[in-house]
């Protein structure tokens, strides 16, 4: 399936409009696939070609968000911030992406829902196919900042990088998050938690 979603087709981002808005709209459950191809002008036929179902559609967009996001990343971080203690660090981290999830206006009703889409079971098949990418990113961080002894020692580096990852990642389950501006707070308490539990 993969292969025919990296095909391009007539009226592809027409149709990525348009999902990002119903999705962002209605949420997972309730947006409805006819409305979608209805108003990015999409036969089924085409559609059917290139996506197995909404639930494929639906992870082909968070595809596409996680790679603009990772280039928004490379654009609105500054090379500076990237020296500084991974506690500030993750901190201007959670304030880019916040500024991702504002980016334009499409992207902004689909974050807004997303956050809300969290206990959805869809959300357990995202974290399953794409956290690996992050996993990465955030390894790196770690690892850069034992190098720089911010970490303590004392602890088991695996024990600290689950941790840190577990935690940032399925922080939804552990606070009753239902906007953005809620997320970014309880992210903030998450890393003051960390640099008073983890840091050197």
Partial sequence: MKEKHEKSFEKRDE?????L???GDKGYDKA????ILKEAGISKGTFYYHFKNKEDL???LIEILIAEKMDYFNKNIDPRDLQKDIFTLLKTMIEVGIGFAHYSPEIDRFSATYIKDMKNPIFH?????YSFMGNDYLDNIIEKA?????LREDLPKDFTKNMI?????NLHEI?????LKEYATEANYLIEFFKGGLGK
């Fill in 125 to 129: 098949r995202i974290k399953e196919k």
């Fill in 15 to 19: 149709l990525i409009k348009a999902a």
């Fill in 175 to 179: 606070s009753q998050i239902i906007d």
């Fill in 21 to 23: 808005l119903e999705f």
């Fill in 146 to 150: 034992y190098e720089r002894g911010e």
């Fill in 58 to 60: 639906y992870l082909y």
């Fill in 32 to 35: 409805s696939l006819n409305n």
């Fill in 165 to 169: 990852k577990y935690l940032l990642t």
